[in-house]
């Protein structure tokens, strides 16, 4: 069963209310406990209410509201936002203590602040002048029948290309890229007392115009890199040039040959045999970046660090059109060969395409996380080489909108980027590692790596018919880069008319008889131009104990056997520095021409071509010279 427990009736209830009560004090240690307690909550009522508060957006509001509580408006190193987190938590703590201050935003601010952002992102227009209503016809009536033809093209060749199979594509691949293996430096050249900021080859390649941070323009002959012509009216440093596209070329007359862009805010155009500028174009507001023919050479485009890029008309000196739509600095410009885009850059990490047959922006170029200093347009018509101060070269495909590859090019900010001009089979890249790059043009791969600077490569051009490569550095230097097989000299005697024809050399004097070029000579003799001119550095023989130069280590003449004096006879040719040994032996009297080769690193060897029967060794002069130092 259950059992109950039942109080008794005659027992009472108990009542501890008359029970006396010892309330004992709380150790410091608890008390301490409970303080904190108390804080943290404190703390926490605190955030809720600064969550919850209401605060202006705008800084000057900001400040206007720090005014009205008597708080000071900016502390050392605090910025809007702290500025803002400080307003709110004085509010929350003001209303903790039971002073409520109500904040009174403006019935406007984010309608108003709505309506900038739309207006920011609205497609608008900007009344334009006549001359530029009928640039844009030309310039459509131009590229149109242009890009037909490049289409076409492209259209028969990917036609052809798919009935080969991939192993024949890739193998006529190999063999188109294989020559630029052979790229190397060729020359060498002092270009100014100020270092180097900008280069180009013009079209005909018989110039190399290069512009220095002095603010000249040096003009130098291809290939013998001599000078030309000095030209100096900028007042600050010249930062871009860019050749009339039909200079050189039959039928061209014009005036204007050249153009530089400085950063003395103007455009200069130039002829080539003048020292004085034809016209300057001054309407930019900041400095000049570069500059850009457009492929008609009627119209010229200049980018300048005012946030704008203007199109000129060449013939009348007149600005056209004065182009925004950066929110940086624009810097790099470059046109499409059929002559319907143009692309240009700023210092936010953006470019812009334009079609200049509408005036509208044809595309963004974004991708890039630092600034974007050059660009420029593959001859296939979409492609898009942009280069940037985070040290990559993106690609960008014009039709599809987006990026199509991105090369992780150099080490250090990349300068320059080019399209080879011709058909686009590799891409330059110039950078300020010092160095420069050719890449496959369709798979992007790295083909070959041209070092030779010691400072930073500000500039890199390609000539039209893709024989030359020009650089220019910040050493002071511009280089001129080209095939080895082109640049290997070869240098015959032609036979004379007169079989008895001698050659009577100074005893006395260390270098023989030289003429205006730096060249030995004799008494004639027909002189063979080598295929490149380097500095010319003539081998003297002499069968005589030689004199010591006080730059060369002496030389041991060796002599077998005494033998009879043959005809004298000086074989010319150029020698490249450094040369590491020469072996020269004379030829006898009889034999045929010698042939001077320059071999690799630096060796000149000389080669006989001896049809009859050779002389006896006994019979032959022979001198060895090792460690040969070049001045």
């Not at 010229?300 to 182009?323: A, F, I, K, M």
Request: charged content about 25%.
């Amino acid at each position: 069963g259950k059992t109950t427990d039942k109080m008794p009736q005659d027992e009472k209830p108990v009542s501890f209310n008359n029970l006396p009560v010892e309330t004992l004090a709380l150790s410091a240690e608890s008390q301490g406990s409970v303080e904190r307690r108390q804080n943290l909550l404190k703390q926490l009522d605190l955030k809720k209410k600064e969550r919850s508060m209401v605060v202006p957006t705008s800084d000057p509001e900001v400040k206007k509201k720090f005014r009205e509580l008597g708080e000071p408006i900016c502390l050392f190193g605090e910025g809007p936002y702290e500025r803002r987190q400080r307003l709110r938590q004085l509010l929350a703590q003001l209303e903790a203590i039971g002073h409520k201050v109500e904040i009174k935003m403006a019935p406007t601010q984010t309608a108003a602040a709505a309506e900038q952002d739309d207006d920011g992102d609205e497609l608008y227009f900007t009344p334009g002048i006549k001359e530029l209503k009928l640039a844009r016809m030309t310039m459509a009536a131009y590229s149109i029948p242009r890009a037909k033809a490049r289409v076409k093209a492209q259209q028969e060749r990917y036609a052809a290309d798919y009935k080969k199979s991939r192993t024949t594509r890739d193998s006529e691949r190999a063999k188109l890229l294989q020559p630029l293996q052979q790229f190397t430096s060729c020359a060498s050249q002092v270009g100014s007392d100020r270092p180097l900021a900008c280069c180009a080859i013009s079209p005909n390649s018989a110039y190399v115009a290069t512009g220095c941070f002095g603010g000249g323009v040096t003009l130098w002959n291809i290939p013998s890199c001599e000078e030309h012509q000095k030209y100096r009216e900028h007042v600050d440093r010249v930062t871009g040039v860019a050749w009339h596209p039909h200079f050189g070329m039959d039928g061209y007359d014009g005036d204007v040959h050249f153009a530089s862009a400085s950063a003395d805010q103007t455009v200069k155009l130039w002829k080539t045999d003048s020292t004085t500028a034809l016209t300057t174009l001054g309407q930019h507001t900041g400095r000049v970046a570069k500059v850009a023919f457009h492929p008609c050479g009627d119209y010229l485009g200049s980018t300048s660090y005012d946030h704008t890029w203007r199109l000129w008309d060449v013939e009348r000196s007149l600005c056209l059109l004065e182009q925004e739509g950066h929110k940086r600095e624009v810097h790099g410009i470059a046109f499409q060969p059929d002559g319907a885009l143009a692309a240009t850059t700023d210092l936010s990490g953006l470019g812009r395409v334009w079609d200049l047959r509408t005036g509208r922006s044809a595309m963004i170029l974004e991708g890039h996380h630092q600034q974007v200093v050059t660009v420029s347009f593959s001859p296939n018509g979409f492609h898009v080489a942009t280069g940037a101060a985070d040290n990559t070269c993106k690609i960008f495909d014009v039709r599809k909108h987006k990026v199509f590859y991105t090369i992780a090019a150099h080490n250090k900010a990349i300068s320059s980027v080019m399209f080879e001009p011709t058909n686009g089979s590799y891409l330059l890249t110039a950078s300020l590692d010092s160095t420069l790059k050719l890449w496959d043009g369709t798979r992007f791969r790295l083909l070959k790596t041209l070092q030779g600077h010691a400072g930073l490569v500000f500039d890199a051009h390609i000539a039209s018919d893709s024989e030359y490569i020009v650089s220019a550095s910040y050493d002071k230097l511009w280089k001129l880069w080209s095939k080895e097989d082109e640049i290997e000299i070869t240098t015959k005697k032609e036979e004379p008319s007169d079989a008895n024809v001698k050659t009577e050399p100074d005893t006395d004097s260390k270098e023989g008889v030289k003429d205006s070029n730096n060249t030995t000579t004799t008494t004639n003799t027909t002189t063979t131009k080598p295929a490149f001119p380097f500095p010319a550095l003539p081998t003297i023989i002499k069968r005589e104990q030689p004199q010591t130069h006080p730059h060369h280590t002496p030389v041991a003449v060796k002599q077998e056997e005494p033998a009879p004096q043959p005809k004298d006879e000086v074989v010319r040719g150029t020698a490249r520095p450094k040369a590491k040994a020469i072996k020269f032996e004379d030829p006898e009297p009889d034999a045929p021409d010698a042939e001077v080769v320059v071999m690799d690193e630096g060796t000149t060897s000389v080669k006989e071509e001896d049809e009859g029967t050779a002389a006896p060794p006994a019979k032959r002069a022979k001198v060895e010279t090792q460690n040969i130092p070049m001045d």
